[in-house]
């Protein structure tokens, strides 16, 4: 949550570009401190798909930061909680992990969540998104 208010004050003043460098830029910081106590040997294959995985994730943070260019952090917050629903499918799908019980009572709760948001801003009457504008 902290991270999406932050990403919806910063958008307003910095250009995505930025934003998402710096987040990458703090990211990598970050995992490069922690992997010195579990470094292994990277071959040629696993630096493509790293470079493609950091490709994926900065282009997806990108489109995030635009997204809070465009709408209210109450709006986007409840899609934000897809990425918990998708992870667990993800989970299942490739690595036959089968979520328990409470991970379907988790999912459940996110999703009546996202359901009540929805139609909690729509009795509010919040004004509609704005066209999204070319640059």
């Known amino acids: 949550a902290i991270y999406m208010l932050l990403t919806r ?64 952090a109450s709006l986007l917050a409840p899609l ?5 629903i998708m992870a667990t499918f993800a989970g299942w799908y490739f690595f036959g992990d089968f979520p328990d019980g409470w991970t379907f009572v988790g999912v459940g709760i996110l999703i009546a969540c996202a359901i009540y948001i929805s139609f909690r801003e729509r009795v509010r009457n919040i004004e509609p998104v704005r066209e999204f504008e070319q640059p």
């Open 80 to 84: 934000a909680y897809t990425e918990i």
């Open 9 to 72: 004050k910063i958008s307003g003043s910095a250009p995505a570009m930025v934003t998402t460098f710096y987040t990458s830029l703090m990211g990598a910081i970050i995992m490069s401190v922690a992997v010195v106590f579990v470094w292994q040997p990277v071959t040629a294959p696993q630096w493509g798909l790293f470079l493609l995985l950091a490709t994926i994730a900065n282009l997806g943070h990108y489109l995030i930061v635009r997204s809070y260019d465009h709408a209210e």
